[in-house]
């Protein structure tokens, strides 16, 4: 159950309201950290991180009339929903962030291929988050995606 909205504050300010701080500060922890390029806007319906067209004009593969996704958050149903595409794509940074959450969380990471959960909007490593949105450019996502194209 994602929240509903067309604008960032929208999806925000529908959200549950005991995760509505935790969010506000997930999207300013992404700002402040997010490299020049990636653009912010609504994606599948959550806040989402972009390579726009100006950057990358073939856009998304499975549908080129859309930006390369790269980045995105959401409330769902039973936490805090959390997609960084460079995790998927990016061992070493893979590797980086399972580490060092290790190093600032006392629960146990909740992932999958490129979500990271939280069941309470306390568990966020903020910091950590604002780390690992520093960590990749826009260049160093279009190589990756790229890289991962010509595989399949």
């Not at 990271?116 to 990756?144: A, C, H, T, Y």
Request: positive net charge; aromatic residues 12%; proline residues 7%.
């Amino acid at each position: 159950m994602q929240t509903s909205g067309s604008t960032p504050d929208e999806i925000i300010n529908n959200a549950p309201e005991e995760r509505k701080e935790a969010l506000l500060r997930l999207r300013k922890t992404i700002l402040d950290n997010l490299p020049a390029g990636f653009k912010e806007c609504i994606n599948y319906g959550m806040i989402g991180y972009v390579v726009p067209h100006s950057i990358y004009p073939a856009g998304y593969h499975c549908d080129p009339k859309l930006p390369l996704p790269f980045m995105s958050f959401a409330s769902q149903k039973n936490f805090i929903a959390f997609y960084h595409m460079g995790l998927y794509s990016d061992k070493e940074l893979l590797d980086w962030f399972v580490h060092e959450f290790q190093q600032v969380s006392k629960t146990k990471l909740d992932m999958g291929k490129s979500c990271v959960r939280f069941k309470k909007p306390d568990q966020i490593p903020f910091e950590l988050i604002g780390k690992l949105v520093s960590k990749m450019s826009p260049e160093d996502w279009i190589s990756n995606y790229e890289k991962a194209l010509k595989k399949n």
